[in-house]
């Protein structure tokens, strides 16, 4: 299918697990992002990727790691999941550094035990 | 840095009502700005942007006019419907180079019949 996906769509784990969360986007845009949306606190950026092989930390990435092989997966790893990374994910994708508009995944709803 | 704040929800209407959820940025330089909405269960969506000052985006009967004199970029809509019902967000992009967003908290809209 065509467009942006994102697996699994829902997740529960204990503490100091490590849990990977993917992103596939069909478009082959160069720009890939991640976010998790937290009540109060809005979208915050935690990693984005400007192309394969480059990547880059955002507001909040501490906890988190990310690659990026392929254009199009970019996954996001929680090396030892704490209770404060329970959220919702959201990944995201665009074709150019300027963001005017970003396509948006479906989202994962992250629950850590 | 760049920031963004909205108004605090839920804004609960009825149908056919007028809408208006402010929004307020500060920034340097001259940002775009952007209002996504989420509906139920699935990620953002753009829909409407505005790149420049006294440009006025729309779509689906929602408006929204950049202010720079009042760094506001309030969204409106003359009559609403249950379908409305989403979480809004509104975003802005800006500086040089890479241009990451950045969302106001969101704005939950309830519509009743």
């Avoid at chain 1, 930390?57 to 970019?74: A, C, H, I, L, Q």
């Avoid at chain 2, 379908?83 to 040089?96: E, K, N």
């Amino acid at each position: 299918d065509a467009g942006i996906t994102q697996s699994p769509r829902y997740k529960i784990t204990e503490t100091g697990r490590q849990v990977t969360l993917m992103c596939h986007q069909t478009w082959s845009h160069s720009y890939m992002f991640w976010y998790r949306q937290d009540l109060g606190h809005g979208l915050r950026l935690i990693y984005y990727s400007a192309a394969a092989d480059i990547t880059d930390k955002g507001e909040v990435p501490d906890g988190y790691v990310v690659s990026r092989s392929k254009t199009e997966n970019f996954p996001l790893t929680l090396e030892s999941a704490t209770r404060s990374q329970t959220s919702v994910y959201f990944c995201a994708s665009t074709t150019s550094g300027r963001a005017y508009e970003q396509f948006f995944g479906p989202g994962t709803r992250l629950t850590v035990l | 840095g760049d920031s963004v704040t909205q108004m605090e929800g839920p804004v609960t209407l009825s149908e056919e009502a007028f809408l208006t959820i402010n929004c307020t940025y500060t920034a340097t330089g001259y940002p775009s700005l952007f209002w996504y909405v989420q509906y139920p269960g699935e990620g953002l969506q753009l829909l409407l942007k505005a790149t420049k000052a006294d440009d006025k985006g729309s779509n689906k009967g929602f408006e929204a006019t950049y202010r720079k004199e009042t760094t506001s970029f309030h969204l409106e809509k003359g009559s609403v419907q249950v379908s409305d019902s989403a979480v809004y967000f509104c975003a802005l992009s800006g500086g040089t180079g890479f241009q990451k967003l950045v969302f106001g908290t969101g704005t939950r809209l309830l519509v009743s019949p």
